[in-house]
């Protein structure tokens, strides 16, 4: 892999006690709003991906819309949305899970993704899993060929990844 001009590192706030009291908050507002990092994690992701014939990008709310949303395009390829319940108009699959500081519901609709196209799941934060576990969920009760999983940042010591083995996943940064 070669050595990208950008260390992502350097964009990322880290906001102590955020949501909560215990919880160290790694923030990527700052890395978005530098135009050099933004478009480097999207061209990074874009050569990534570019051989592996997505049909979709389906990005988790909402900042996995921020980061699939340019992949998608680049990709030229769809755009699916997986939000919280109540957001989307149409008939859909909803999922509960555990977040580190509570839990949360997913919702996509049912005609998002068709038996066996070639899927990858998108957003910031891989941290204990859950989201990203309840994202692969509905995904498999569409039928999808989940391609993997991409991060901007995972938190190796959430051991998060353990929620979604047997999914290929590639985070940009990692904090032990």
Request: aromatic content about 10%; some cysteine.
């Amino acid at each position: 892999m070669k050595e990208r001009a950008v260390d992502y590192k350097t964009f990322i706030r880290e906001v102590p006690d955020f949501p909560k009291p215990g919880i160290l908050f790694y923030d990527i507002t700052t890395l978005l709003k530098d135009p050099r990092g933004y478009c480097q994690i999207i061209r990074d992701l874009t050569e990534h991906y570019q051989n592996e014939r997505i049909s979709k990008i389906v990005g988790i709310e909402s900042r996995g819309f921020i980061l699939g949303c340019p992949l998608a395009y680049n990709l030229g390829v769809g755009f699916v949305p997986v939000r919280k319940p109540g957001k989307l108009p149409a008939e859909t699959f909803e999922v509960t899970y555990d977040l580190e500081y509570g839990s949360n519901s997913l919702a996509i609709h049912r005609d998002a993704v068709m038996i066996g196209e070639r899927v990858l799941i998108v957003d910031d934060l891989l941290a204990t899993g859950g989201t990203a576990a309840a994202a692969v969920q509905l995904l498999k009760q569409l039928g999808a060929d989940i391609v993997g999983c991409a991060f901007a940042i995972e938190l190796l010591f959430l051991k998060g990844r353990h929620k979604i083995e047997g999914c290929n996943i590639h985070s940009l940064m990692t904090y032990s």
